[in-house]
């Protein structure tokens, strides 16, 4: 059975850089999974903030960016501010029409 | 401006069924591929359906042969049909525009399934 792992939580301080990870159990990430990155505050729907590996969604700040390290996708916010404390989910598609999400991971900022 | 607005949530019996709908609004609906996606309480997101633009239809394993997602583009409006509902269907149904075959570009607000006795 095919997971999409990512780290259940992650802290960074206000200014500070952090790195978020997207892999498969089955394997190794790369561009042809098209991984994309959303961002959910409580309450809210989703936000789509990076597509298709490193392409930023309209109106997204550039502090956030994607890329894949190593074996997997990563999503990097560089100057993380307060209202960057949200839970933050990978997609990955594996098939036509197929698509899976990450388990997400909860990122604080303090 | 791009526009998902669902509707069709609500309190439903295990066993029961219910039709979920998106109309959808600022964009080309009928060249469009469209997803739902799902929350259940305090949990992640988890893809449903989609519908692809040339007509093929795709579902998770955990509602295959249970839900069908159709779109009628006449009336700009996505559905999905729930039957044999479960407990575990319990959950936020969001829909999702999808941006090309690969990810998801605009989303809806939402409606809650509750399926309970």
């Known amino acids: 059975q095919t997971v999409v792992t990512q780290e259940p939580s992650f802290s960074v301080s206000p200014g500070g850089t952090v790195t978020l990870t997207c892999g498969l159990n089955?394997?190794?990430?790369?561009?042809?999974?098209?991984p994309s990155w959303y961002q959910q505050t409580p309450g809210q729907a989703p936000r789509t903030l990076i597509y298709n590996t490193n392409i930023r969604s309209s109106g997204v700040p550039d502090r956030f960016s994607g890329s894949i390290l190593g074996n997997k996708a990563a999503l990097t916010i560089t100057g993380a501010q307060a209202d960057d404390e949200s839970d933050y989910y990978c997609?990955?598609?594996?098939?036509?029409?197929?698509?899976?999400f990450g388990g997400g991971t909860k990122l604080t900022v303090l | 401006e791009v526009q998902l607005l669902e509707s069709g949530g609500g309190l439903v019996p295990p066993g029961g069924s219910l039709r979920l709908s998106c109309a959808a609004s600022?964009?080309?609906?009928?060249?469009?591929?469209m997803s739902w996606v799902r929350q259940a309480p305090g949990t992640g997101l988890e893809w449903v359906s989609t519908?692809?633009?040339?007509?093929?239809?795709y579902y998770a394993d955990s509602v295959k042969g249970r839900f069908t997602i159709s779109k009628d583009n006449s009336k700009n409006t996505l559905y999905l049909q729930m039957s044999s509902l479960r407990a575990d269907d319990t959950a936020i149904y969001y829909c999702?525009?999808?941006?090309?075959?690969?990810?998801?570009?605009?989303w809806g607000l939402g409606t809650l399934v509750t399926v309970s006795s």
């Open positions: 999702a525009k999808r941006g090309g075959e690969h990810y998801f570009d605009y």
């Open positions: 997609v990955l598609y594996l098939a036509t029409g197929i698509s899976m």
């Open positions: 089955s394997g190794s990430v790369s561009t042809s999974h098209y």
């Open positions: 519908f692809g633009t040339r007509g093929g239809t």
């Open positions: 600022g964009f080309s609906f009928s060249n469009s591929a």
